[in-house]
């Protein structure tokens, strides 16, 4: 059964990164690729990007390139996803989400992030 | 960016009747659409891709329609557990972009 675990929520300074993480479980971590979701409070849900775990390819949202890294641990199965330079526009709640491609299959439970000082 | 359009953000419907929340494309997408439900409480739920082709475990009275722009996600005869947020979402090209979504409540 298909499980994505993710960090708990964070509370960070203005102008400060956080890495969130998203363990992948029951299935074969290699297989599909892992996108990354973001959902401001009351609003719609915006794509930042995909990593494939096998090659380590990323493709981003031309509007997270410069917000967002991520990356992946094969070895533990967890996929990361850092945000640098932190403004209150970056306050929401990110879903590690797991596509067959573009197709997103499975959400993680989400993670909020208060971006506050 | 592919703009995609949940005309009405709130709808209220009875258990056992039928409701359809349509999703518009700013370009034609082909079929390259899916639906996602949420619930409070529940992780986002894929109940539909390519347009019309149910995710394994989705209900046989959810049903989308549709290609190009126009889109339409069907569910019969309403039971309790329906009603939640429903997205459409575009992957005919990227970036990947999301309705603002429809919810569904109980009347």
């Known amino acids: 059964q298909v499980n994505l675990l993710q960090s708990g929520a964070a509370l960070v300074k203005p102008g400060a990164s956080v890495k969130l993480s998203c363990k992948a479980s029951?299935?074969?971590?290699?297989?599909?690729?892992i996108h990354w979701v973001k959902q401001s409070h009351g609003k719609s849900l915006e794509w930042i990007g995909y990593?494939?775990?096998?090659?380590?390819?990323?493709n981003y949202n031309e509007k997270f390139k410069s917000k967002a890294t991520l990356t992946v641990d094969k070895s533990t199965n967890t996929a990361y996803m850092e945000l640098s330079r932190l403004t209150s526009e970056d306050s929401a709640t990110y879903y590690c989400?797991?596509?067959?491609?573009?197709?997103?299959?499975?959400w993680g439970q989400g993670v909020m992030v208060t971006v506050s000082s | 960016d592919v703009q995609m359009t949940q005309s009405l953000s709130y709808l209220a419907a009875s258990p056992g009747e039928s409701v359809s929340i349509s999703c518009k494309a700013s370009?034609?997408?082909?079929?390259?659409l899916a639906w996602y439900q949420q619930k409070p409480g529940e992780a986002y739920k894929l109940l539909i891709y390519?347009?019309?082709t149910l995710q394994s475990g989705t209900p046989s009275r959810f049903s989308g329609s549709g290609s190009g722009t126009d889109f339409t996600l069907t569910i019969r005869s309403l039971e309790p557990e329906d009603f939640g947020l429903y997205y459409c979402?575009?992957?005919?090209?990227?970036?990947?972009?999301f309705g603002s979504g429809t919810k569904l409540e109980i009347k």
């Open positions: 989400t797991l596509g067959a491609m573009m197709v997103i299959g499975y």
């Open positions: 370009k034609s997408i082909s079929n390259y």
């Open positions: 979402q575009q992957y005919y090209e990227k970036p990947l972009t």
């Open positions: 390519s347009g019309s």
């Open positions: 029951g299935y074969t971590f290699t297989d599909y690729y």
């Open positions: 990593i494939n775990p096998n090659s380590g390819y990323t």
